[in-house]
């Protein structure tokens, strides 16, 4: 009886930390999403600039969002968000096979999305999920079907993601831009 109490108990956190990992991404498309500008502009001219914001989570928990934008136009191309964790300040992930075993499963929903890459690095002491979003090329229907953005979320094509917006959101959750 002991044995089955403790593995229900580490099945129920290793969910909790796949609720965290998977609320940090949502997170982050949420703060996209709220940052989108009514202005339309289709102009896809100009260079690009880059911004990197970071963020300490918690102890041994990074954050990093990177934004590829059109000055210009205050609009956003192309977001990459990069989420560090070190296995030992983590519940129940302690090597990288805990992680991958929490973080795999996770992962799936990203597949067969275009205009999104997502992969994990697993290294030794710590593991690196990155997720990409291109908003030239995104399948919006196809993410917010799989739950990986908002239902509210518009279109890039349709309605850009405003630079401006999302740095002013950026800050308001507490990140700094890395300069």
Same mark, same amino acid.
Request: hydrophobic share 30%; proline share 3%; net charge negative.
């Given at each position: 009886m002991v044995k089955l109490d403790k593995h229900f108990y580490m099945e129920e956190k290793m969910k909790r930390i796949r609720n965290i990992l998977l609320s940090l991404t949502m997170l982050l498309v949420v703060i996209l999403s709220t940052a989108c500008t009514r202005e339309q502009n289709t102009r896809t001219t100009g260079n690009t600039t880059t911004k990197v914001y970071v963020k300490e989570v918690r102890k041994g928990f990074n954050a990093t969002v990177i934004y590829e934008y059109i000055e210009s136009e205050d609009k956003i191309i192309k977001h990459i968000s990069k989420t560090e964790g070190i296995y030992e300040y983590l519940p129940n992930m302690k090597n990288k096979e805990e992680a991958k075993n929490l973080l795999d499963p996770n992962?799936?929903?990203?597949? &067969?999305?275009?205009?999104?890459?997502?992969? !994990?690095?697993?290294?030794? &002491?710590? +593991? $690196?999920? $990155?997720?990409? $979003?291109?908003?030239?090329?995104?399948? !919006?229907e196809k993410a917010? /079907?799989?739950? !990986?953005?908002?239902?509210? +979320?518009?279109?890039? /094509?349709? !309605?850009?993601? /405003?630079?401006?917006?999302?740095?002013?959101?950026?800050i308001e959750w507490g990140y700094t831009e890395q300069k």
């Open positions: 992962g799936k929903k990203f597949e &067969d999305i275009r205009g999104i890459k997502h992969s !994990v690095e697993y290294q030794e &002491d710590k +593991f $690196i999920d $990155i997720l990409e $979003i291109d908003y030239s090329n995104l399948d !919006v917010k /079907s799989k739950g !990986v953005i908002e239902k509210e +979320f518009e279109d890039p /094509s349709k !309605v850009p993601v /405003s630079m401006k917006k999302t740095e002013k959101q950026m």
